[in-house]
């Protein structure tokens, strides 16, 4: 029998301790902030997920989630509102809420918040070890989400921004 994962309660959400299944509301789940990559919740504790990530991240208009990148593994999105860019490959695509985007392997992605208002974005991928390239391209620098020399190294990519903050639910998932 699996036993259920107690849930502690942060001044920044409730975060799971320990293995074992658990249920969190997303409101009450910890969150993190970034001025330049947007919010989310990643839903984990510890210990983290060693299998799958699961994530929502929240982009208001002209923000990138992240830095473009291949990585070496699947990764699967849904808009769950608003509106997204998303730059894949060289090309660029307006998403809107319902649209769901499946990277293979190896496919450069990344995804920059549009429209009027806040978009929501769940996120699931591989935990397991992967290798990632962060590669130049012109499209994603001119939306302020490429690096300007290729590199494997995370830290060396996301080196101009320093890291996220903990956070509560701001009313991110439905403007409450």
């Given at each position: 029998?699996?036993?259920?994962?107690?849930?502690?309660?942060?001044?920044?959400?409730?975060?799971?301790?320990?293995?074992?299944?658990?249920?969190?509301n997303?409101?009450?789940?910890r969150?993190?902030?970034?001025?330049?990559?947007?919010?989310g919740?990643?839903?984990?504790?510890?210990?983290?997920?060693?299998?799958?990530g699961?994530?929502?991240?929240?982009?208001?208009?002209?923000?990138?989630?992240?830095?473009?990148?291949?990585?070496?593994?699947?990764?699967?999105?849904?808009?769950l509102?608003?509106?997204?860019?998303?730059?894949?490959?060289g090309?660029?695509?307006?998403?809107?809420a319902?649209?769901?985007?499946?990277?293979?392997?190896w496919?450069?992605?990344?995804?920059?918040?549009?429209?009027?208002?806040?978009?929501?974005?769940?996120?699931?991928?591989?935990?397991?070890?992967?290798?990632?390239?962060?590669?130049?391209?012109?499209?994603?620098?001119?939306?302020?989400?490429?690096?300007?020399?290729e590199?494997?190294?995370?830290?060396?990519?996301?080196?101009?921004?320093?890291?996220?903050?903990?956070?509560?639910?701001?009313?991110?998932?439905?403007?409450?």
């Amino acid at each position: 029998m699996v036993p259920e994962a107690p849930l502690e309660q942060t001044e920044f959400g409730r975060v799971p301790k320990g293995e074992g299944w658990f249920v969190v509301n997303a409101k009450e789940s910890r969150w993190l902030e970034h001025e330049k990559f947007g919010s989310g919740t990643t839903f984990e504790g510890e210990p983290e997920f060693a299998q799958l990530g699961i994530n929502i991240g929240v982009l208001e208009p002209g923000q990138p989630a992240c830095m473009y990148h291949r990585e070496s593994a699947q990764e699967d999105f849904l808009v769950l509102w608003g509106e997204c860019l998303l730059l894949v490959e060289g090309e660029e695509r307006r998403l809107k809420a319902w649209d769901f985007v499946h990277c293979p392997p190896w496919t450069d992605h990344v995804f920059v918040g549009a429209g009027d208002g806040p978009c929501g974005l769940l996120a699931v991928g591989s935990r397991e070890h992967q290798d990632i390239v962060y590669p130049v391209s012109e499209l994603a620098q001119k939306y302020e989400a490429g690096v300007e020399k290729e590199t494997p190294d995370a830290k060396e990519a996301y080196a101009p921004y320093g890291r996220a903050d903990q956070a509560s639910y701001r009313g991110q998932l439905d403007g409450s």
